[in-house]
């Protein structure tokens, strides 16, 4: 990872950043139990290059029928997903499906 003042920063090691949190969680995970887990991920993953994606939160029904309405009237397609934060395809999906 590049930063700003040119120097170079390692990235995390997310398998001990995950393996830390987890210990912290639960005290009960031994540290042979880490161990044997952390083998078994480098086992399966090493070497790879692992995208973890965030989790967005789904529209509830209240804000599916807003979409709904909204995609209803004379709204653009673009102020409508720009006001709700969705994709256009999205936004197409909702109107196809109906109105919740």
């Known amino acids: 990872m590049q930063r700003d003042d040119g120097n170079t920063e390692r990235e995390p090691d997310i398998v001990l950043v995950v393996l830390q949190r987890a210990r912290a969680a639960n005290p009960a995970l031994t540290e042979a139990q880490a161990q044997q887990v952390e083998a078994d991920i480098r086992a399966e993953f090493g070497g790879l290059r692992v995208r973890i994606p965030k989790?967005?939160?789904?529209?509830?029904?209240?804000?599916?029928?807003?979409?709904?309405?909204?995609?209803?009237?004379?709204?653009?397609?673009a102020e409508i997903t720009e006001r709700h934060g969705i994709h256009r395809a999205t936004l197409y999906r909702m109107i196809k499906r109906g109105n919740g």
């Open 55 to 77: 989790r967005k939160k789904h529209p509830s029904a209240e804000e599916r029928k807003a979409i709904f309405n909204e995609a209803m009237s004379s709204a653009t397609d």
